[in-house]
């Protein structure tokens, strides 16, 4: 059979082994990988062997700097252990970024989706409104309706993910007006699927690569935006502890005590800009066009 | 005798462009009975592709495309118009009354989901059925369109088949539910002549065994003798002659028809100096700006000015089932051209 020629020895998925392969080719974006890994393990599995509760105050070991005995990292105005403290702070940030981004995603990825295969004035008017949320300046949107709202760490994450899902939505919405257009969605609408079908069905896994780059990426700036809010003191409320508000209470000491600001500063840090390099990493590996091999 | 399938009438597709409306598909009728194959052939931009997409309702919805006539559906009894049903129930019967291949196999499947997922989907929209026995169903399609180890191709994704396979697979989706009439839009253009010519013996095959009724879209004379029973020859959106293959094709009476032919190579011919390869002048012409009379008059070498170009000619028959419209053709086939 002339037609039976078959390209069976590249399987499984060839395509999904060559992303891989590039995205391991990334250094600065498996070094992410790794870090963050690191750092979420730490965060899951260290509070539990640590010596000290984060809550637990004991003021006779004040401002204790990073070494002194058990205490890791030091301790806080309050005799806290930092190093508790942090891992702690850590699970709730990560926990938000994450949260967020599937959030914002989530929202973004629908708005685009309805709006790049429907078109008309539906399509139209959806990215408007998307537009017009991108006009606010996103901290200051944020602030407001971070003032109005009862701050927990489910409003920060609400608040975070509507104003951050804006870029996925115009992503999705660009890929699912080229993607449309194909004939295999006319093959499924032939065979008699549904437009929800066809939506989240077959046009949506073909726009996952550019969805998971822009969704690495908005991890890192929920991250950020979190600790931002925290900061500025309308975000996760103390005695929680949020990398945001350790940065906040150590203001006061900075030339007293640096190590109080330091070490929260280096988690956001590396946090952020290991996001950001997966999320390079990721780009480089699923976009077909690129040079890398 | 035989059951009728598919009744077309008075079919008219139009679209709204920024230079006004524009009909492409003028007063187009058919039948099609279980067992046949009609071939509708004509050039690029002479609305076949787009009566049978019209057909299928896969046009844009108005105010963009205007569809009207009827096109009943035969079913047990039942009548299905296509053109007035609501959009939910033509999609009830659409895949499983009436199903469609297209012309590219490379682009018609959908690259991030597996062959199997694919058929086993296509069933499972009409059919209720667990997906162990839609998977058993799409194994038993693939085995029947004459796919090779089925059970492993299965699991492969389209870019990792051939174009003859993927056609097969479109194939296999198209039949999943035993549609009565299936819409084959140039299913062989895009593959390489030997495959082209396995993939109409499997749709000759396959019909015979399941006695849909076949609208075989193309611009191919060769595939249309190897497979149609009747012909429609269209041009500029209208039925310039219809009728059996032998007589549409050994004896074409419409000077369009007959220009066709003439382009088409033949073996028998070829070298002889004395019958180069006939051309027909000039385009097809733009659909917003038709020729008065009759459209084809224009390119026409027998048209006599002040009677072709005035008011377009009926579809009268020269036989029985054989119709066509020209105003000279009697004179025309006392003199062969």
């Known amino acids: 059979m002339t037609d039976a020629f078959v390209i069976a020895t590249l399987r499984p998925r060839w395509w999904r082994a060559r992303a891989l392969r590039r995205f391991l080719r ?36 004040r401002f204790a700097p990073p070494l002194t005995g058990d205490h890791y990292l030091g301790t806080d105005p309050l005799g806290r252990d930092i190093a508790a403290r942090l891992l702690m702070a850590g699970r709730i940030s990560l926990l938000v970024g994450f949260a967020a981004m599937v959030l914002s995603t989530a929202i973004g990825a629908v708005i685009g989706i ?42 920060i994450t609400v608040i975070i993910a509507a104003t951050s899902w804006m870029e ?28 929800m079908w066809i939506m ?94 | 005798m035989s059951t009728r399938r598919l009744t077309v009438r008075d079919l008219r597709v139009g679209f709204r462009t920024e230079g006004g409306f524009v009909e492409v598909v003028h007063d187009v009728s058919l039948t099609l009975d279980a067992g046949e194959t009609l071939a509708v052939v004509g050039e690029s931009g002479s609305g076949k592709s787009v009566a049978s997409l019209a057909l299928m309702r896969l046009l844009p919805a108005p105010p963009r495309a205007r569809i009207t006539g009827r096109a009943i559906l035969h079913h047990g009894g039942e009548e299905h118009d296509l053109i007035s049903l609501s959009e939910a129930r033509v999609r009830r019967l659409r895949g499983a009354r009436i199903a469609m291949i297209f012309q590219e196999p490379l682009t018609s499947l959908n690259p991030v989901h597996r062959v199997g997922a694919q058929i086993v989907e296509a069933i499972r929209a009409h059919r209720g059925v667990s997906r162990g026995d839609a998977r058993r169903r799409a194994l038993e399609l693939l085995d029947l369109v004459g796919i090779p180890e089925p059970q492993k191709r299965l699991a492969a994704f389209p870019h990792e088949l051939s174009g003859g396979m993927r056609q097969r697979v479109m194939i296999a989706m198209a039949l999943a539910l035993e549609p009565d009439v299936l819409i084959a839009d140039e299913p062989t253009t895009a593959l390489d002549v030997t495959v082209q010519a396995q993939i109409l013996e499997l749709l000759r095959a396959l019909q015979e065994r399941t006695g849909m009724a076949m609208l075989f879209v193309t611009h191919n004379f060769g595939v249309v003798a190897e497979t149609a029973d009747r012909a429609m020859v269209m041009y500029s959106g209208r039925v310039v002659e219809e009728g059996t293959v032998e007589q549409v094709l050994t004896r074409p009476l419409m000077p369009y028809t ?80």
């Open chain 2, 258 to 337: 007959h220009g066709l032919m003439r382009s088409v190579p033949r073996l028998d011919h070829a070298g002889r100096s004395s019958e180069p390869l006939g051309t027909i002048e000039g385009f097809v012409p733009d659909p917003a700006h038709l020729p008065a009379g009759c459209v084809f008059h224009p390119r026409c070498p027998h048209h006599v000015p002040g009677r072709c170009d005035a008011g377009l000619p009926e579809l009268e028959a020269a036989a029985e089932g054989h119709r066509l419209r020209c105003k000279r053709w009697r004179e025309i086939a006392e003199v062969p051209a």
């Open chain 1, 200 to 293: 989240f069905r077959e046009l949506l896994p073909n726009a996952a690569g550019p969805i998971i780059v822009a969704a690495t990426l908005t991890v890192a700036r929920a991250i950020l935006i979190e600790a931002y809010i925290s900061f500025l003191g309308y975000g996760i409320q103390p005695p929680l502890p949020s990398w945001g508000n350790m940065l906040n209470n150590a203001q006061q000491y900075l030339d007293s005590a640096p190590w109080l600001a330091i070490v929260p500063g280096i988690a956001i840090t590396l946090a952020v800009t290991s996001f950001n390099f997966i999320g390079d990493g990721l780009r480089d590996a699923l976009d077909a066009r690129s040079d890398l091999k």
């Open chain 1, 114 to 155: 309805v709006a790049g295969y429907r078109g008309g004035w539906i399509g139209t008017g959806l990215m408007r409104f998307t537009d017009a949320f991108l006009c606010f300046p996103q901290i200051f949107l944020l602030l407001a309706l971070a003032a109005f709202i009862k701050p927990s760490a489910i409003m």
């Open chain 1, 26 to 61: 990334h250094r600065l974006a498996v070094t992410g990988l790794v870090l963050i890994t690191a750092l979420t393990l730490a965060c899951i599995v260290g509070p539990g062997l640590l010596p000290y509760d984060e809550l637990y105050i004991d003021l006779r070991g």
């Open chain 1, 168 to 195: 996925i939505a115009r992503i999705v919405n660009a890929e699912i007006r080229s993607l449309r257009e194909r004939d295999f969605v006319l093959a499924a609408r032939m065979s008699g699927a549904s437009h």
